[in-house]
């Protein structure tokens, strides 16, 4: 990689950083050589090793990137594994990282992470999860973010054609699941990989959900499900033979998942199962010149109705918030693209 | 202040070889003319069908395409496409990654030397253009359709088919 002479003082970096095209608005760490090799060391990968090629711009990233754009961020340089297989989580064809760059929708790669990394490096799972707990995840998700800008290419006005785009385009989402309260096994486990793992999985924002009765499990996951099931859901647009409606993610308090979903139903699997059958909408609500559109796809049920997702494996549930209870989030999906699962090594 | 080294962030990216410039067509009598599309749009499919029936009135044959999915069968078709293509005529590029998706499979036809048009709607011309520059093709051949076709009905985008399919002509003639 190349080095540049800069004013090394922050702001005036900063500011050369963003006429440079090389920052996001916020204030850049100049990545000094030194600096870099500090990020380096954190992993036992090598400096030139390509982690993957990211779309659209079809750029290796190597774990050099990875350093620099880490340093630039602020991001602890313990972070650098879960960064390293985040860039290989977002890569992977399924993911559709190429559309999500190029798209006019406003999806970003949130990461949730699962296992002994999460503790590691304090991410947070409990109460502001999302946003607003002090710690290191927006350090980590800008991290990812300045990667997909100056390795992916992903720029307003060059490879975005996002209309509006999203608060996490530039900060990122990171959120660990609260493994100790969950009654289930942890995401990624549940996906295939156990022990340290980060889940990448393109979101269209974050939506609130509340619920001041939740006392039925069936009750709450019908608030839920129809909550995420709303007609202009990127996965109801999925109307041409094309698309796949691809999934759509909850992030589920420990309250409720503990002492209402899982003291009613015996597994998460059948919490899956309730919580698509609710997530759908009945085809006479599709505005009438929408419905050819659905019909042709073969996605209206015989009982007139047509799901969010495919099937109930398409339902991403974690465990994550704090113990006031009362919300869960939603995060609807993009199509066309499926949550990715990477385990977080050296 | 002081000043000091930065290392850069940014990636770069090695353009493919390609095979050189397509010629120019100006007479499609007895070629094969493989047309692209990725199922989404109602009013591509109205429009390269009108198409379907103008190229055949010239001697052409035309095949079409659907782009997507990520698998080597899908990697396979495609490259049967090009294979089974004296020219392509790719769209639609309506949306950012529709558009993405498009340029990339015409460049992946400039790139074997096959006679190319991107077709595109207004407002992605330029997204088209930037993502063609990045793939090494500064002068995409391309024909501009009126922006918001999509929701027009039928008649009226078979009449813009009609108006502009002189100028997929002419994108097919020009040299590089």
Redesign the interface.
């Known amino acids: 990689m190349n080095t540049v002479e800069v004013e090394l003082d922050a702001r005036a970096f900063s500011d050369w950083a963003m006429r440079e095209g090389w920052g996001d608005g916020l204030p850049c760490i100049p990545p000094t050589p030194e600096l870099v090799d500090t990020y380096l060391t954190a992993t036992f990968r090598g400096r030139d090793d390509v982690l993957a090629r990211l779309l659209p711009s079809g750029a290796e990233c190597t774990v050099a990137h990875v350093a620099a754009n880490a340093a630039m961020a602020g991001a602890p340089v313990g972070a650098m594994p879960l960064l390293c297989a985040a860039v290989e989580a977002i890569a992977r064809p399924s993911f559709n990282l190429a559309m999500q760059n190029a798209t006019t929708a406003a999806v970003v790669p949130a990461l949730i992470v699962n296992g002994p990394v999460r503790l590691d490096l304090d991410l947070p799972s409990g109460a502001g999860c999302l946003g607003g707990a002090t710690g290191p995840a927006p350090a980590i998700g800008r991290a990812l973010r300045l990667l997909v800008r100056n390795v992916a290419g992903q720029r307003v006005g060059t490879n975005s054609e996002s209309v509006y785009g999203q608060p996490a385009r530039v900060s990122g989402l990171v959120v660990a699941e609260w493994e100790e309260r969950s009654p289930w096994p942890p995401l990624a486990e549940r996906r295939g990989v156990p022990g340290s793992a980060v889940t990448a999985y393109g979101i269209m924002g974050t939506m609130n959900i509340v619920d001041r009765i939740a006392e039925r499990a069936d009750s709450l996951l019908e608030v839920i499900g129809k909550s995420v099931a709303f007609l202009g859901a990127t996965a109801f647009m999925a109307t041409s033979t094309a698309d796949t409606p691809g999934e759509v993610a909850v992030a589920v308090n420990p309250v409720w998942a503990t002492q209402v979903l899982a003291a009613q139903l015996p597994s998460i699997e059948d919490v899956q199962q309730v919580l698509w059958d609710h997530a759908a909408l009945p085809i006479d609500w599709f505005p009438a010149d929408h419905r050819a559109g659905v019909e042709a796809t073969g996605r209206v049920e015989a009982d007139g109705r047509v799901h969010l997702v495919a099937s109930p494996a398409d339902v991403v549930l974690f465990v994550c918030g704090g113990t006031g209870s009362l919300h869960a989030t939603g995060f609807s999906g993009y199509r066309n693209s499926l949550a990715s699962t990477v385990a977080v090594g050296g | 202040?002081?000043?000091?080294?930065?290392?850069?962030?940014?990636?770069?990216?090695d353009r493919p070889t390609t095979a050189g410039p397509p010629p120019a067509i100006t007479d499609l009598a007895g070629l094969r003319v493989g047309i692209r599309h990725?199922?989404?749009w109602?009013s591509w499919a109205w429009v390269y069908g009108d198409w379907v029936a103008r190229l055949a009135g010239l001697g052409a044959t035309t095949h079409l395409w659907?782009?997507?999915g990520?698998d080597e069968a899908t990697a396979t078709a495609q490259r049967a496409f090009y294979e089974g293509s004296d020219i392509v005529v790719a769209g639609l590029c309506n949306?950012?990654?529709c558009?993405?998706?498009t340029v990339?499979d015409a460049v992946g036809a400039l790139d074997r030397a096959i006679p190319t048009v991107v077709v595109s709607t207004g407002h992605?011309e330029a997204?088209a253009r930037?993502?063609a520059t990045?793939l090494g093709w500064d002068d995409l051949p391309m024909v501009v359709l009126p922006a918001g076709l999509e929701g027009r009905p039928q008649d009226e985008v078979l009449a813009v088919a009609d108006e502009r399919f002189p100028d997929v002509l002419a994108a097919l003639a020009r040299t590089r």
């Open positions: 202040m002081s000043r000091g080294l930065v290392v850069d962030p940014r990636g770069s990216v990725d199922g989404t109602r659907q782009s997507g990520h949306c950012g990654s558009t993405l998706h990339r992605f997204h930037r993502f990045e």
